[in-house]
């Protein structure tokens, strides 16, 4: 089930006693979570019924004593134990202790009354321990996996588009590059927009600039655009500003940026039907054009050659095979210039 799915049954009120929300991205955990502490239980049921509790400061023995308390004046009591990562789960859920024992006897037969919530954080639970398999049978588990890089721009247009608004593939894509996977972050922005244009307005890269602080002509974007074309004016001003301005263009972003574009123009290359481009490479459609010119210019041996600078680059960014004490900024007008020439 996805997290949409999962509030759809909520909003519709088909309760399972044990939720476990695992895994390395908080976003969607923290979205479900926030639902259920809004919306399961009404205002007047929430001062007898509604805890929450963090992972650090509870144990499982208090958690489940209070989880087997029957409701008040309440069809359901909810507990959202936040932080869940922070209890102590092997010490106190496996072996054949009698601590062990009740805790797994809790989750095999959950109160049906209890509404559970384990919001397990930045990691995923140990689907090898019993209790893992205990919430399967009686709950609900929701892995939250991160957005891989390539998705994130059409994760930010579908985004967009259920909070009724329009983003162009260029913003979205410029989104994508400088705010990272960070979705929470995204989403955050996202709405700050939106407070500050109507909803028949599309969102272009002009106002991603604008709002979140982009530089509209000196951005990695850019960048990637003046390198398809070859254009070697444009990327060595773009380049001279970012070496000006470090700390809002850091060479690791920079370099890992590159490196993901000049991969995608070397599987470009090998592509045997180019129509499926947009598919196999994880972009917009949009931007295959791009790919298509970069590719013309940059040969198979070149483009084999600029990834192997950008790897021999990004250790001496940090300190190995570097000679002297050169600076971010000097290498990355170095390595422009073996890139293009």
Request: no cysteine; charged share 25%.
């Amino acid at each position: 089930m996805t997290a949409s799915d999962i509030i759809k049954d909520l909003k519709a009120k088909k309760f399972k006693p044990v939720y476990l929300l695992h895994g390395e991205e908080p976003y969607y955990i923290d979205q479900i979570i926030h639902y259920m502490e809004q919306h399961v239980l009404r205002d007047a049921e929430k001062g007898f019924n509604q805890t929450v509790l963090y992972g650090k400061d509870t144990d499982m023995a208090t958690l489940l004593n209070a989880a087997k308390r029957y409701p008040m004046m309440s069809e359901y009591q909810l507990i959202v134990v936040k932080e869940a990562q922070d209890l102590k789960w092997s010490k106190e859920t496996e072996g054949s202790s009698k601590e062990a024992a009740f805790i797994q006897s809790y989750f095999e037969n959950p109160l049906p009354s209890t509404i559970l919530v384990l919001g397990y954080k930045y990691a995923n639970f140990d689907k090898r321990k019993k209790i893992f398999k205990s919430i399967t049978k009686s709950g609900l588990i929701f892995q939250s996996d991160p957005v891989r890089d390539y998705k994130l721009a059409q994760w930010i247009e579908d985004l967009v588009r259920e909070k009724g608004a329009k983003i162009a593939p260029q913003a979205s894509a410029l989104m994508a590059e400088y705010l990272g996977a960070d979705l929470s972050k995204i989403s955050n922005e996202i709405e700050k927009l939106l407070l500050n244009i109507s909803k028949e307005t599309t969102i272009d890269t002009d106002l991603v600039q604008r709002n979140i602080g982009i530089s509209k002509e000196y951005n990695v974007f850019e960048l990637q655009k003046a390198l398809a074309a070859r254009n070697v004016l444009k990327s060595n001003q773009i380049i001279n500003y970012f070496a000006d301005n470090p700390k809002a263009n850091p060479m690791v972003m920079v370099m890992a940026n590159l490196n993901a574009y000049f991969s995608k123009i070397l599987k470009y290359h090998y592509l045997q039907n180019k129509h499926d481009a947009a598919k196999e490479l994880g972009v917009n459609p949009y931007f295959v054009k791009d790919y298509e010119m970069a590719a013309r210019n940059y040969s198979l041996p070149k483009t084999f050659d600029i990834i192997s600078l950008l790897r021999e680059y990004d250790l001496k960014s940090k300190g190995v095979d570097s000679t002297g004490n050169v600076t971010d900024g000097e290498l990355l007008k170095e390595l422009l210039f073996k890139m293009i020439h």
